[in-house]
């Protein structure tokens, strides 16, 4: 068996439909669109993602939930992940080698879920109340950069 022998057999060989080619081909003028309307024109498919037909879209019809934040995205430490740690000093860095936060460049703000037992020295984005007052109950320090 060569190449040139081969025959694909009783399977028929459809040439591809040439659509908008010219009237001799039976697809020309319209291209198959028909006359006029919403689906004649280049951006029918495009231009109707969400179109059904005229009734109500589901991204309309369905109710919108939840709350959408437009503020600053907090990493959250506790005092006592703090607490448990062996450094005093903590900032970014350190809570980062740590694994207490995931990125340096983002926010940090400490909570007060915890207690602190010895004085420890914190320079973070920001702090609540209670654990701010916790930490200098310690004997340590608390700065917000």
Not at 6 to 35: D, E
Not at 98 to 115: D, H, Q, S
């Amino acid at each position: 068996m060569e190449l040139n022998t081969l025959n694909p057999g009783k399977a028929k060989v459809v040439k591809r439909k040439r659509i908008g080619r010219g009237p001799g081909s039976g697809w020309g003028t319209t291209a198959g669109r028909g006359q006029k309307g919403a689906g004649a024109r280049k951006s029918a498919k495009a231009g109707r993602v969400a179109f059904e037909g005229g009734q109500m879209p589901i991204h309309r019809r369905i109710p919108k939930r939840g709350f959408k934040h437009a503020g600053l995205e907090y990493q959250i430490v506790n005092l006592k992940k703090l607490a448990s740690a062996s450094a005093t000093e903590f900032d970014a860095k350190v809570m980062f080698d740590l694994g207490m936060v995931r990125n340096v460049k983002e926010p940090i703000k400490v909570l007060a879920f915890g207690t602190v037992d010895k004085a420890i020295n914190v320079k973070v984005n920001a702090i609540s109340e209670k654990a701010k007052n916790l930490i200098e109950a310690a004997g340590g320090k608390v700065e917000i950069i």
